[in-house]
Structure formats: C-alpha cells, structure tokens
C-alpha cells in the first residue's frame, strides 16, 4: 500500500464521519429546540463551539441566529467543518484514488456529494430539514457498511477505520465537552434538564443503547461514564481507542505508537469520570482531545507520506 | 412519434447506418429497427438514464478555460455506431502493419537511422523534430518495441472509404471512455445486447496489464506494474484511474516513486520501498526526469531515464516514441511502411501537403481557404485551421506562422467526414453529425491486440469537423457487429 494512498483513505472515511456527525448534531440540536421552552433554549451557538469554530464564524457573522448559524453547518464556504465541505473533501481525495476505492463506494460518496449539494434549500428550510440530514447520515452509513463488505480488509482497510475512529472519538469527546458545559442549570429550566442530557445522548446515536446498557434513568454522571468509558458502545472514547489500538497493533514499526496509545486507555479507564464536575469535565476533554491528535500525529510520522524537502530517503 | 429512418437525410454524406438510397446497412438492421420501436417517452428517458449513469459513474473529463479548470460530465450519444465485422477484419490487419512499421521505424532512428542514410526520410525533418530525444539514442527496449499502445484516429471520407488521419504515440488517451459508454449502454438498453451480435470490448484491460508485464525487466510471476499520472488535476485523470483500478495495479503519482542508489525503482509504500517493474506512465517525455528533461518538472521522478536506460524499469510508451507522433512524419508512413515491411499501406493516408516542401508551401498558402492546415505538434485540436470554416483574419494568421516555421506546418483537403446518426437536443429526432474513430492497438513484440472497434468521437454541432472533446465534441458506444451471426 502506497503512503500516500494510506495518508488518503484516512482522510476520506474522517471527512464522511465529520459530515455524518454534524448531520446528526444539526438533528437533535433541532428537536431539543422544539421541546424547550422560550428563553431556556441554547439555540445554535453550542454547535459552532463543538466544530471549533467560533472565532472564524463571528468574524463573518453577527449573530447566531437559525439560518446564518445552520446555511454556516451546513453549507457554508468559509466553514472547513461544514457538511458540504466535508463531503467535498471526501470525494476530491477520493477522487485522487479511485483505482483503490470500490467502484460502487465511488459511486455513493458521488452520488452523495450532488445531493448533499443539489439540494441545499431542503437542508435549509425547516420542513425539509430532517430528510435532508436523515439521507445524509444514511448515506455515510451505506458508504462505510459498503466499504466493509466490499474492500479487501488489508492495510488499507485499516486506515480507512484508523481514520473513522479517531475522528469519531474526537467528536464524541467534543459534543460532550460542549453539550455538558451550555447545559442549562437555571430554576426555571429545571424540569428541562433531563431532556438535555436526553439530546445529549441521542447527537451520538446513543440513547437506546444508555437504556439497554446501563438500565438507569438519564443522569449525569452515568451518561458520562457510558460515553466515556462503555466497552460495548461503538462511539465511546474508550470503544474507539481500544478499536484503535487492535489496528494499529498489527502494522509495521508499530511498537512506539502502541506504548501511547496504551497509556492513553490506562489513563482513562483509571479515571472515575462520572464525578467531574463543571469545569474539570471541559479540562479533561481537552486533554483527550489532545492525546487523539498525538495518535494522529504518530500515525503522519510513521506511516504517511512525507513532503519532499522533510524525506528521509 | 417514433424514428422513420426513411426521413433521416444523409445530406451527401457517407452515412455510418444510412446507404445513400435511404436504405439501413446490414450492419445496423438491428439497431436501427430497435430504435425505430423506442417511443418518444422512451428515448427521452434512456437519454436520461444515461445522463445519470454518467454523472453518478462520475465519468468525466477536465478542460482547462480561463486558468480554470473545469470538470465536465461526457457528452455522450445514445444511438451506437456500427461497423461490421468483415470490414473491421480487414481494419486490424491495416493496423498491425502500420504500428510494426512504426516500432521499427523508431528503432532504426535511435540506432543506425538507415532509412535516413537511403534518402527514404529526410535528415533535416529530424533534425528539427521537437520529439526526437537525443537521451534515448543507442537504447535497447523489451523486444525493440517503443510504441507499445498506439492510439490511431480513423476517418472515412465521402465515398466511404477509411483513412488514417493521425498516430498517437506519446500517450494516446480515451480507451477508458470507450469501455465506459458500453457499461452505460448496458445499462440504458439492457435488451439490446440480447438481441443484437456486437462483440464484447472489456478484454482490453486484461490485456493491456499482459502486455505491460510482458515489458517487466525481472521475469517472475507477479511484476510490479503501475500507472503514472500526472495527478488529479490532468484532463485525462479519470482515465488513468479507471485503467489502473481495472488492471488492479497501483496509481502513483512522482512523488510517490524514488530512484535509488542500485538505480531501481521503487516506490514509498507503508512498509516501506517496493521495487517497480513497469511503469505505464501517462507523463510526457518532459516532465518524466527532472535530471534529465525539464528540471523543475514537479510530476516526474529524479533518476526514472538512469534506471530505464539500465534496463531495470520498463516505460510504457518509452521515451522518444513520439518521434513517430508528428503530423510532418505521419506524410512519410506510407514510405515508411514499404521500407520496412516491402509492402504498400494497406490503409491509405488522408492525402498530405507538406508545408517543408517549396511547391506545396506555395499551394497550402494559395489554397488555405480549401485546407485543414495542422501543427505538426499540437494535440487535442489546438492550433488547427479549418480552412472553409475560418476568416481571413484567422487565414493570414496561420499563413504567417506557417512561413515564420514551414517544417511545423502540413495540410489536408477537407473531408467529408462521415456521419453518424445522432439525437438532436430535442432527445428525439437523430440528425447526421460528423465523427470519427480511435482504436488502440497493444504491441508487446510477441503478439499485437486491437480493440474490438474503438472510441467513436462525434461533433455534437451539426455541420462541425472538429470531435474533440477539449473542443465540444462527444462520443458513442462502437458496435463491430457479426453480420453473419444468427
């Protein structure tokens, strides 16, 4: 396997992860709305936090109002996170290797990409809106289902996972440093503060599976237990690193990054997080998201191709 | 309202389904009366399913405008063009002759140039060939073979009779639209191709992958072959993705190759180097080493002529191939041929003028009005003067470029290119549109394989010569058809 066709798998299954969770975040952000009363809501500034945008959109914008907030998630030009983005990235470095891709996986991130931009008015009317994300977090789940019964699993294969898993956790620990800090404490939105953490859990697919799992009404320090730490659930941090760790394992030279990423899963597991609180939760996030990007950056190092002048050979 | 071919005008033209007395040629019954059953409603939607399966199949090409670069979806006709089996028969075997001259040409100019010391070809039109490489002088590839994919464009002229009009020898490109409109057409007309005997075109990758590993320098079972692009934002880009994802062998970019100290090539893969056997590259000659040709070409690899030079790689075209791709040199094949191979051409060349010779300087000058006068070098349609079609202001252009450089210029009576019926843009009713056609023809030395008829480009405006896609042109699905088969 070339390193740069490696380098690029990686980059394609993390942008249609990326549209896919922003896709769903759009979702539930717009069901929480409709159930939260007036002068309680979060309305849509959360979101723009959770992509890691928030200096760059209001350089642009004014407000976060619905229609500049979610034309800016979900189309957006200047937004390297938008959906339309991540889509277009998607499909111009799969593009550059279409020999290696499936034909008829091609053929879906393709097709999703003319729809995703064909009809953008659905996406931004509020009728249209649910199907409009609904088919697009359906497509990226037929174009990950379709890679996985159709690519050879070789090492290929492997940085097409590498890549989804680390931007999935990447994700998870984001919506839920985000989501736990704008989380409204208030009096008055009290009786509100279950269907927060409700919303919480259904941006990451995970609200069925807290039920089934953990057998518990819906509280803090479980739902950030299950999705930090639930060996089952395939969008914990922990499902991910320890996903992560079983691929890296059987590549070459593997040994070094195999030692962080252990750590990384000690560490975690050592923690009881169900007790952090307001603050030390954002901190501690933080620090995840840290140790992701050192897995990253190991992975560019050993195994992707290197910029001309920084070649070894 | 169905089609009545009976009211299709062939204008004067040699039709490709139409004879001149409104009757259906054999090779066509089929298709044409499959056609003529199509309600509107039906050839409206077949013309779409084939605009989706296009886009959807995201087979494109780039054109460059304005700095820009575009992707464009492939202009592409729904009613095939027909040959029949017996003519094309007689076609390949004209193919064969021409590209094995060709391959011994080459190889007589990188070594002793004994057709230029009998005075059959003209020292001076090499000496001022912008595709001779003095770098490959003296080299021995696989077999003697040089050309190992050429790319021949055939026309017909009014009274049906078939000419070469040009060898593309660098690196000839479209072979994959070719298999692509017959997937399209599969899936457009799926029962066509139960009724009707048209002979299958998909061997061509399978066989183009023997002949490139038939080129590997370390025999074994399984030769590292790869194909060399330019990058993703070449025109012929989806090409080269589509041959190697049909070949299964690796794309690489020059960035992804590395010449090392053994003078191997290898190439920088997640367990590190891997020797390269044959690379099918699709770079021109100039940019392929920058040690070598242009020195701040980005897309080659420092090394690649050292190794091939060696014999430790094969390059498929190899380097220097394009001596043979000149519209000067192309009015001497007829020469050629009977140099080498003591026969006469079995397929003849559009009648040339070469602007290098005095008198036919002077009549391309005085005609120009008549002529379609070409570049010697220029591809793709660039450069190219139609003489009925241009102004004087374009006329006295190319008259002055042709005096500042005559060795660059040759020129050719108009033909009435044949047409082909084609859907106007109302989807239903088909109009003649002028084409032509590019079969590929695989050398290896051993054996020579011609595609099963080949990539039919068509001017999609009425009355237009120029089928180029870079200039608005499309293209059909190639049927060679068994009469004779029940």
Partial sequence: MLSRVGETLYWVSRYIERAENVARLINVNNMLMMDLPKGVSTGWEPLIDIIGARTAYQETHTDFSEPKALRYLLVGKDNYSSILNSIISARENARTIRDVIPRDVWEEINTLYYYVKDNQSEGLSKRGRFAYLKKIIGAAHQIFGALDATINHDVGYTFIRLGLMIERADMTSRILDIRSETLIVSEEAKPFENIQWISLLRSLSAYQMYRQEMGVRVQRPDVIKFVLHSQVFPRSIMYCLQEVKALVGPLPNSTEIMVSIDKAIDELKADDVGVLKKGYLHDYMDQIQIKLASIHNDLAELYFLKPPEQSTL | ?486
């Fill in chain 2, 1 to 486: 309202m169905e089609i009545d071919w009976k009211a299709y005008q062939t204008n004067g033209f040699f039709d490709e389904l139409i004879d001149a007395k409104g009757n259906v040629r054999t090779h066509g019954k089929q298709l044409a009366q499959f056609f003529s059953n199509l309600s509107a409603e039906e050839l409206t939607k077949a013309r779409s399913v084939a605009d989706l399966a296009i886009k959807e199949m995201g087979i494109s090409f780039t054109v460059y405008n304005e700095g820009n670069m575009i992707d464009r979806a492939w202009p592409f006709d729904i009613i095939p063009r027909t040959i029949g089996k017996k003519e094309w028969q007689g076609v390949e075997v004209g193919l064969k002759q021409r590209v094995e001259a060709l391959n011994l040409f080459i190889d007589d100019l990188y070594h002793d140039q004994k057709i230029i010391k009998d005075g059959v070809f003209p020292k001076g039109l090499l000496e001022k060939s912008v595709n001779f490489r003095q770098q490959c002088v003296g080299i021995n590839p696989p077999n003697k073979i040089w050309a190992h994919i050429c790319g021949s464009d055939l026309v017909r002229d009014g009274n049906g009779t078939m000419y070469v009009l040009e060898d593309n020898l660098r690196v000839p490109s479209g072979v994959s639209y070719m298999l692509e409109n017959r997937s399209v057409m599969k899936r457009v007309f799926p029962e066509l191709f139960e009724q009707a005997s048209i002979l299958p075109v998909d061997d061509y990758p399978s066989q183009l992958f023997d002949m490139l590993a038939a080129m590997s320098p370390r025999p074994q079972d399984k030769p590292e072959v790869v194909v060399l692009t330019p990058g993703v934002f070449n025109s012929a880009y989806f090409e080269h993705c589509y041959l190697a994802q049909e070949m299964g062998c690796e794309l690489v970019e020059g960035r992804d190759l590395v010449v090392e100290k053994d003078d191997c090539v290898y190439m920088r893969t997640i367990t590190g180097l891997q020797r390269v056997d044959v690379i099918y590259r699709r770079i021109d000659d100039l940019f392929l080493d920058p040690e070598v040709f242009l020195p701040d070409s980005q897309l080659g690899v420092p090394g690649l002529m050292r190794a091939w030079s060696k014999g430790n790689v094969a390059l498929v075209n190899a380097p220097g191939a394009g001596v043979a791709d000149d519209k000067v040199v192309y009015a001497y094949v007829p020469e050629i041929i009977k140099y080498y191979l003591g026969e006469d051409a079995k397929i003849a060349n559009v009648p040339t003028y070469k602007c290098l010779d005095p008198v036919e300087c002077d009549h391309v000058i005085k005609n120009i009005d008549k002529l379609v006068v070409k570049p010697a070098n220029e591809s793709g349609g660039y450069g190219l003067l139609i003489g009925p079609k241009s102004t004087k202001k374009e006329q006295q252009a190319t008259i002055a470029q042709i005096k500042a450089d005559p060795r660059n210029w040759v020129a050719q009576p108009t033909l009435d290119l044949s047409t082909v019926p084609t859907l106007e843009s109302d989807g239903i009713t088909p109009d003649g549109r002028h084409a032509d056609l590019r079969p590929f023809i695989l050398s290896s030395g051993k054996d020579t394989q011609i595609t099963t008829g080949g990539l039919t480009r068509v001017a999609m405006v009425k009355g237009s010569l120029v089928v180029n896609s870079s200039q608005g042109g499309g293209s059909k699905d190639t049927w060679i058809v068994d009469e004779e088969a029940k």
